[in-house]
């Protein structure tokens, strides 16, 4: 069994979705998995690994809020580790991360992966080029395989094993520093990690009618909002919104597009969600082709039956 | 002050791909091209820093003969000098080749600010910025959306899921260009017709070869086809039964 060295991310002690999926993609891989934490609250995050299939977590102290110096540490951990690969989410902070780690242990990258596979220390990865006209199926001479794994494609795994937490000093003496973080406001879910998103198009008509769209995640309950590229141009919508392939790919169980025609670029972003819905009154939009469910009509009927519908739903539970 | 704009030249964002008949690339027959959506946006702000603090930009890429194209459009916005750095398998490069030979021109050219796109819209991978500034051992902030400049030091604002962090630094330094960090000018008639027939010199490099094998590329697996429940308002009731009985989603 090789080692896999995973960077975890943690917010106030509690490790993220997508770091507990990419712990799972490690295991499923077949490694001895171990966990590098950084930040305030590092240390019950990392207790907490053992049910998710980590050996040992290496919880770093006092660290400056630096992604260079995060990657040193890192990458020296790696190394002492024995690691065989380095993996981490393909969130902000890890796609921050994981190509200087890379570079650090001279290796190539691999971002975004939705699928990994090892045969000893030989891994595998499949990845989406074009954001998914196209899946590559790469595998690597590097000393260190390194790849980021796609948030809501691997499954956490469950354990009945113990962590064992190590403490270590960060370094410090980082290039580039974080000296704030202006938090989003009402802790709105992002469209990139959110299971359900609701995402609205040029068929809106204008910027005030996204109300209709805020109000159908709202129903969700789990829900982010997101746009095509055409009304983030438009400036209807902000651009961390927009879903396709110059904005976010996203897979989510739901993805509900209303009032968007269905342009490559913006199939390309979304196509790989597990449900699609499609409200549009164009019967001939090419979104049709790739929803599961559609419905043809003015979005601005369909939408809030919908919205009543499912909150009904919900309620009755 | 040195700065450097790197593009790559990827697919158009429209361009419907093939994969090649030997399964190990795409088949570029007849496929349109265009500067990563993001690298425009490094080369604008590369402008915009030289009107504001003086220097001068080199439009630096990896890439073919056709790339001169780009670099031209670039020069006629207002960047002062272009290089290619010739290579017919520039798209095939794994990210740290890539990174590895802008690198050394990098450090040739002298620069102390280098601004790329913060993906390239064909591999997705947004490796070669924090690569290339890793290797160098300098600071660098990505998926940047408003950047100041002081003298030596700088500070950043930097999208994340968590909300927009702001980020300090030191020069030299590398910066990857999220949307919305300014919309790139168009170039006027002067500067275009001052360009037309400049010829973008053509340099070779030292070969990095690849630690990426490529196994296979397939076209994405096509998905069930779905269908339409009907029409309208009256149509929600069975949408939602859908949704909770046949795909389990709610």
Not at chain 1, 108 to 123: E, I, K, P, V
Not at chain 2, 153 to 164: D, L, P, V, W
Request: aromatic share 4%.
């Amino acid at each position: 069994m090789s080692n896999i060295l995973v960077f975890v991310e943690q917010f106030s002690g509690k490790v993220s979705r997508a770091s507990l999926e990419c712990v799972g993609a490690a295991r499923a891989a077949g490694g001895n998995v171990c966990a590098v934490l950084a930040g305030a609250g590092a240390d019950g995050a990392a207790a907490d690994l053992g049910r998710f299939g980590a050996a040992k977590a290496i919880v770093l102290g006092g660290g400056e809020a630096s992604s260079d110096a995060l990657a040193a540490d890192v990458a020296a951990i790696a190394k002492e580790e024995g690691a065989k690969a380095f993996l981490c989410a393909a969130t902000s902070a890890g796609r921050d991360l994981a190509p200087r780690v890379a570079a650090l242990l001279d290796s190539t990258l691999f971002s975004d992966c939705t699928a990994l596979s090892a045969q000893g220390d030989a891994f595998t990865a499949v990845r989406p080029w074009l954001a998914g006209k196209a899946i590559a199926t790469l595998t690597s001479s590097a000393p260190v395989f390194c790849a980021t794994t796609r948030p809501n494609v691997f499954a956490a795994s469950e354990s009945s094993g113990t962590c064992a937490v190590v403490a270590r000093a960060a370094s410090a003496g980082g290039k580039a520093k974080v000296t704030g973080i202006e938090a989003k406001s009402g802790g709105k879910l992002d469209v990139k990690e959110a299971p359900v998103v609701v995402s609205g198009g040029r068929g809106m008509k204008g910027p005030e009618h996204f109300a209709l769209i805020e109000e159908l995640a709202a129903a969700f309950g789990n829900a982010a909002t997101g746009a095509s590229r055409a009304v983030v141009d438009a400036g209807w919508r902000p651009h961390s919104e927009q879903v396709g392939q110059t904005g976010k790919t996203v897979a989510p169980q739901l993805y509900v597009a209303v009032g968007i025609s269905g342009a490559i670029q913006h199939l390309a972003g979304m196509r790989t969600s597990k449900v699609i819905v499609a409200i549009n009154k164009d019967a001939e939009a090419p979104i049709f082709k790739v929803a599961d469910y559609g419905i043809v009509g003015d979005a601005f009927e369909v939408v809030p039956a919908l919205a009543k519908a499912v909150r009904e739903l919900k309620a009755k539970g | 002050m040195k700065i450097v704009a790197c593009i790559k030249r990827v697919p158009t964002t429209e361009a419907q791909v093939k994969v090649s008949a030997d399964q190990k690339g795409l088949d570029t027959a007849g496929l349109s091209w265009m500067t990563s959506f993001y690298d425009e946006l490094a080369v604008e702000e590369a402008i915009r820093s030289k009107e504001k603090h003086g220097g001068d930009v080199t439009v630096l890429t990896l890439g073919p003969s056709e790339a001169s194209k780009d670099v031209r459009e670039f020069l006629a916005r207002g960047a002062d000098a272009g290089v290619i750095l010739k290579d017919d398998q520039w798209h095939a490069r794994d990210a740290r080749a890539t990174a590895k030979i802008l690198c050394a021109r990098i450090q040739k050219a002298g620069a102390e600010l280098v601004f790329l796109g913060k993906l390239a819209t064909d591999r997705d991978n947004g490796a070669v910025g924090p690569m290339i500034a890793t290797m160098l051992g300098w600071a660098c902030v990505t998926d940047v959306v408003a950047l100041e400049l002081n003298g030596t030091q700088g500070s950043a604002k930097r999208e994340t899921e968590q909300g927009i962090e702001t980020v300090a630094f030191a020069l030299p330094a590398v910066i990857t260009c999220q949307k919305g960090l300014n919309e790139p000018r168009r170039a006027n008639l002067k500067g275009i017709m001052a360009v037309k027939a400049k010829a973008i010199p053509e340099e070779s490099f030292e070969d990095v070869p690849n630690q990426q094998q490529v196994q296979k590329v397939e076209p994405p697996p096509a998905r069930k086809a779905g269908r339409i429940v009907g029409e309208g308002a009256a149509a929600v009731q069975a949408l939602v039964d859908a949704l909770r009985n046949e795909a389990g989603v709610i």
